[in-house]
């Protein structure tokens, strides 16, 4: 099994809507990290100023980059066949899925939320948000709110989840089918849209 390790920054939370800045790939065969990608994206859209303080990602640093549909082959050939894993894995695997849909690629992955999987394998532990998980882990973040920094810092969620339960608990989830569920941006509070908060 492999698994691609995902984080997107994006100009807000609805994939209909709004475009991903960032985009950033890890690939795992679940023994080492055998793969890394990472881009800035051009939205073709203005970055909220509230959404420039989080990532530090400006207009001006995007004005240059490649459009989503520019890459999108890439990122299919590093996503197709994989396990698609994020932390709230809701929230990046619908605005990529939704991007690639609208660049021509028909492709969907199961899903793996390393949130869920950290609750089964490290229980009590005050939250989940990845800042707070990876202070707890001891996990540094190197870049926190980037697509790189973060899928690192996930990939390695991973690998300590692996190294202390195996592959169980990952077997487990990707058998629980999630209901669909039409809205597809993170609740403002919620445990879940921690991550795409100010939490560090």
Same mark, same amino acid.
């Given at each position: 099994?492999?698994? %691609?390790?995902?984080?997107?920054?994006?100009?807000?939370?609805?994939?209909?809507?709004?475009?991903?800045?960032?985009?950033?790939?890890?690939?795992?065969?679940?023994?080492?990290?055998?793969?890394?990608?990472?881009?800035?994206?051009?939205?073709?859209?203005?970055?909220?100023?509230?959404?420039?303080?989080?990532?530090?990602?400006?207009?001006?640093?995007?004005?240059? %980059?490649?459009?989503?549909e520019e890459v999108a082959p890439q990122i299919y050939n590093?996503?197709?066949?994989?396990?698609?894993?994020?932390?709230?894995?809701?929230?990046?695997?619908?605005?990529?899925?939704?991007?690639?849909? @609208?660049?021509?690629?028909?492709?969907?992955?199961?899903?793996?939320?390393?949130?869920?999987?950290? @609750?089964?394998?490290?229980?009590?532990?005050?939250?989940?948000?990845?800042?707070?998980?990876?202070?707890?882990?001891?996990?540094?973040?190197?870049?926190?709110?980037?697509?790189?920094?973060?899928?690192? %810092?996930?990939a390695e969620v991973l690998s300590l989840a692996i190294e202390?339960?195996?592959?169980?608990?990952?077997?487990?989830?990707?058998?629980?089918?999630?209901?669909?569920?039409?809205?597809?941006?993170?609740?403002?509070?919620?445990?879940? %849209?921690?991550?795409?908060?100010?939490?560090?």
């Amino acid at each position: 099994m492999e698994f %691609a390790i995902v984080d997107i920054e994006t100009t807000g939370g609805m994939p209909s809507t709004h475009g991903i800045t960032e985009i950033a790939i890890v690939i795992h065969n679940g023994i080492e990290v055998t793969g890394k990608y990472s881009t800035l994206v051009n939205p073709m859209q203005k970055i909220p100023p509230f959404i420039v303080g989080m990532t530090g990602i400006s207009d001006e640093m995007v004005a240059q %980059a490649p459009l989503f549909e520019e890459v999108a082959p890439q990122i299919y050939n590093l996503l197709n066949g994989r396990v698609f894993v994020a932390h709230n894995v809701s929230f990046d695997y619908s605005f990529v899925h939704f991007h690639m849909d @609208r660049a021509g690629f028909n492709w969907s992955a199961p899903k793996l939320c390393t949130i869920k999987l950290s @609750r089964k394998v490290f229980p009590g532990l005050a939250k989940y948000g990845l800042g707070s998980l990876t202070r707890d882990l001891g996990i540094r973040i190197q870049g926190r709110h980037r697509a790189w920094g973060d899928a690192q %810092a996930t990939a390695e969620v991973l690998s300590l989840a692996i190294e202390k339960q195996g592959m169980h608990p990952i077997h487990s989830l990707l058998a629980k089918k999630e209901p669909y569920k039409k809205k597809t941006s993170t609740k403002p509070g919620s445990e879940e %849209a921690s991550e795409k908060s100010s939490e560090d």
